[in-house]
């Protein structure tokens, strides 16, 4: 069988050969592992391969899409894409043009997890297992480990062939606490771009977690009202990812007339203090790329400059549709999939307040940290941390239960009266969108401040 460096050479110079407006062929080889625990026992140890590949194909604006696992009749899939297309197409085809590009993005050994054995991955967790059940008062908990090294090619009509390499990790651990007809949880998410390092030396901050499951259920519940809130990066960084960074998603844009209306550029939506960033050339983040998978170079996007909408996340048949640049924000977790317009790393850009001097003028309020769960639609979102503080006179005070966080987005953009110096960038967790989840992201702020935001309580 041949391999995909073989198929993609072949391919290079045959795709224009088509009658198609545009075609890209995506070739693709994974390796992963995962464990996972529910409770004190271990519920999974695996490794496993995958390989595949798709055919997408654009004809009078229609689209054609074939997905293969075998590379012997990649000639048939590529004609059958291209008669899918011809099928559908019904229009002039809209697709930003783009230089070919040619590129052979690595990996080091340090970032492939394949290097560690699955022995020494269950061992490290067996460690955070037995440490979570050395505090009392749990009812259960989960962790789940996970890692990735993914190999794709990308061949297409412009003359583009890239090769890229690109590790992933994941690791999530949760501790729920139950008593007295109440259930509590705390948790922490984690990743890395391949780097097992990164996810080792964590037992004091688990044993944290499970204390803290513990300590909720004893904690009281925040009275329900208006307050001066302030969020903690995670939560930050989780609130301008699903609450802004959506929205700024072209494809949702153009096909939404009611968004289009609201996400006009230039339009006022905060102070001058507030920057928000989506930028996938970042160095070492889940969300970073070379290349996005249109083949399009990944950018730094100023989705908010100075508090107005400066730019938007594009494919290059959004950007051609809207009459602007692609941005490399085309993307698919995997060949079974066509690439959709997505986030890489969104965050709010940190500016010179302290947390001291945040929260000293604050008589009454609330500190959220961490984030459990939440809904956005359209500008409206719903969003649960996973901790709260009450904030008294300036200082930070009892342990409350979670709390739940709810407005209109653009109100709420345009009350940050405050952004703090210390931007940190969550590493845990996936994007979910379009049926295609969990994909590689991350999301980020320095602490945060909202006055009259709405909490949910007692």
């Avoid at 460096?5 to 072949?10: G, I, N, P, Q």
């Avoid at 949880?185 to 990743?191: E, K, L, R, T």
């Avoid at 102070?271 to 990944?298: M, Q």
Wanted: hydrophobic letters at 35%.
């Amino acid at each position: 069988m041949p391999d995909i460096d073989s198929v993609a050479e072949r391919l290079a110079g045959k795709l224009r050969s088509y009658r198609a407006d545009h075609i890209e062929v995506r070739l693709e080889e994974t390796e992963s592992s995962a464990v996972s625990y529910r409770g004190r026992e271990l519920e999974a140890a695996t490794r496993s391969r995958d390989a595949g590949g798709n055919v997408r194909a654009l004809v009078d604006g229609g689209w054609g899409f074939a997905t293969f696992n075998s590379l012997e009749a990649i000639e048939k899939r590529i004609a059958q894409a291209v008669e899918q297309a011809r099928l559908a197409g019904k229009a002039k085809s809209e697709f930003a043009p783009m230089p070919p590009a040619s590129a052979d993005v690595t990996i080091d050994a340090k970032h492939d997890p394949r290097r560690i054995s699955l022995a020494e991955k269950k061992a490290l967790l067996d460690e955070y297992n037995q440490t979570i059940w050395s505090v009392s008062g749990l009812q259960t908990s989960s962790i789940g480990y996970g890692d990735s090294r993914r190999r794709c090619i990308l061949v297409n009509s412009d003359g583009s062939v890239i090769r890229q390499e690109r590790a992933d990790i994941t690791l999530r651990v949760t501790a729920v606490a139950a008593g007295s007809g109440e259930v509590q949880q705390s948790g922490i998410s984690m990743g890395s771009r391949g780097d097992f390092e990164e996810i080792k030396g964590l037992h004091a901050r688990v044993k944290e977690t499970a204390e803290r499951g513990a300590a909720l259920l004893k904690a009281p519940q925040a009275r329900g009202g208006e307050y001066t809130v302030v969020l903690d990066p995670v939560l930050a960084g989780v609130f301008v990812h699903e609450a802004f960074g959506h929205l700024s998603e072209a494809d949702h844009i153009y096909e939404n007339p009611q968004l289009k209306e609201v996400m006009v550029l230039g339009r006022e939506f905060g102070g001058g203090h507030l920057n928000i960033i989506d930028d996938a050339t970042i160095d070492n983040l889940r969300g970073s790329y070379a290349f996005d998978d249109e083949g399009v170079p990944g950018q730094r996007v100023h989705l908010i400059r100075e508090g107005r909408l400066s730019g938007r996340l594009h494919s290059r048949e959004t950007a051609a549709k809207m009459g602007e640049k692609p941005s490399g924000s085309a993307r698919a977790i995997s060949f079974r999939h066509p690439p959709i317009v997505r986030m890489a790393n969104t965050y709010i850009e940190p500016r010179d307040v302290t947390f001291d001097q945040m929260i000293g003028d604050i008589k009454e309020g609330i500190y959220a940290r961490n984030w459990y769960g939440g809904t956005t639609s359209m500008e409206m979102f719903t969003f649960s941390a996973g901790e709260a503080f009450m904030i008294r006179n300036g200082r930070v005070e009892e342990l409350l239960r979670p709390v739940v966080l709810s407005g209109n987005v653009f109100e709420t953009l345009k009350r940050i009266d405050a952004i703090g110096n210390d931007l940190e960038m969550n590493q845990g967790g996936g994007c979910g969108k379009g049926g295609q989840s969990p994909l590689p992201v991350s999301n980020g702020s320095p602490h945060i401040r909202i006055q009259k935001c709405l909490v949910g309580g007692r």
